[in-house]
Nanobody
Framework: QVQLVESGGGLVQPGGSLRLSCASS????????MGWYRQAPGKERELVAAITSGGITNYADSVKGRFTISRDNAKNTAYLQMNSLKPEDTAVYYC???????????????WGQGTQVTVSS
């Protein structure tokens, strides 16, 4: 059984920082791309940042220059460093990962349970 476990959310003041973590548990053959999405109340889920297994990154325009995605392939863990947070960053943040459990199986996209990030004074 593969699970993605997120941590690091919370309440922070505008201008503050948070670091989210997403760890995959269970036996896997390979973790391909990993990403962070967010969903604010009344809005659709949107991509925040993504990173390939080789370290190529992609960001939403709204977070470029403020957020940094990274990963530790040895730990099958992705991180999202969020700086200069704004109230509009308030949302539930979800991690996802494209995972191949066994060498002979196709990869499947898994999602974490989500972690709340609230930016407010």
């Amino acid at each position: 059984q593969v699970q993605l476990v997120e941590s690091g959310g919370g309440l922070v003041q505008p201008g503050g920082s948070l670091r989210l973590s997403c760890a995959s548990s269970g036996s896997v053959f390979r973790v391909n791309a990993m990403g962070w999405y967010r969903q604010a109340p009344g809005k659709e889920r949107e991509l925040v940042a993504a990173i390939t297994s080789g370290g190529i990154t992609n960001y939403a325009d709204s977070v470029k220059g403020r957020f940094t995605i990274s990963r530790d392939n040895a730990k099958n863990t992705a991180y999202l460093q969020m700086n200069s947070l704004k109230p509009e960053d308030t949302a539930v943040y979800y991690c996802n990962a494209d995972i191949r459990r066994l060498y002979y199986t196709a990869s499947v996209v898994y999602w974490g349970q989500g972690t709340q990030v609230t930016v407010s004074s």
